[in-house]
């Protein structure tokens, strides 16, 4: 089974942090998503990365950035949190064009 | 640029009875379309995709959906519904240009009631 991991469950920062999230996949997916999820809203896809060190904007990228220096390693980087990036985050990886696979989800609060 | 919509943000059946969730989608050519389902506290799943080929496709959980290109949408039906089926349903398009690039809809909650 391809497994997606994120660093953690639950998050809290405090306004002003850099805050650093890590998602990594076993399964040699050359997609990797960051996506945040919050009610009524759907999924908004913040960024992807369709290789090593490739990346794209996705629909809300303003406050964040992304490293991806390993095909297993998609990082999602708030670089000075606000209280309005408190949300649940959803990192993905995928084969191209196909599914996409989840991982459980970053609950992130910053204060 | 593709988009989808999921017109009904709330939906409750009753146990046992059918079961259809719509998905229409704008984009220039045939998308990739696919249905996850997310359980509370959980991940999203895949429950089915369609590719090409025969319209109707089979999912797990015995959700199965039809796409309709004249009508761009992607319909997911179930005949009968669990209590275990309450969550909520994303439908997503990619399409087959841009590397992989997905949309998501918002969402509709399936609520069922005994």
């Known amino acids: 089974d391809v497994k997606v991991t994120q660093s953690s469950r639950y998050l809290v920062k405090r306004t002003g942090e850099k805050v650093f999230l890590e998602c990594v996949q076993d399964?040699?997916?050359?997609?990797m998503f960051w996506y945040r999820q919050d009610p009524g809203l759907g999924l908004r896809l913040i960024y992807f990365?369709?290789?090593?060190?490739?990346?794209e904007k996705g629909d809300i990228p303003e406050g964040y950035s992304v490293s991806r220096e390993k095909k297993e390693r998609f990082s999602l980087i708030l670089e000075s949190a606000s209280t309005n990036q408190t949300s649940m985050y959803l990192c993905?990886?995928?084969?191209?064009?196909?599914?996409?696979?989840f991982g459980p989800g970053t609950r992130l609060t910053v204060l | 640029a593709q988009s989808v919509t999921q017109p009904d943000i709330h939906i409750t059946v009753s146990e046992g009875a059918s079961l259809e969730l719509r998905c229409n989608y704008s984009y220039g050519a045939t998308p990739y379309l696919f249905w996850y389902v997310q359980s509370p506290g959980q991940g999203l799943q895949l429950l089915l995709k369609y590719f090409s080929g025969d319209t109707l496709v089979q999912g797990i959980k015995g959700f199965e959906a039809e796409f309709k290109r004249s009508q761009s949408s992607f319909n997911l039906r179930k005949p009968s519904v669990h209590w275990s089926d309450a969550a909520e349903y994303f439908c997503a398009v990619v399409a087959n240009t841009n590397a992989g690039k997905s949309t998501f809809g918002d969402g509709t909650t399936l609520t069922v009631k005994p």
């Open positions: 399964m040699d997916h050359e997609n």
């Open positions: 993905a990886s995928s084969l191209l064009y196909n599914e996409q696979f």
């Open positions: 990365s369709y290789d090593v060190k490739m990346k």
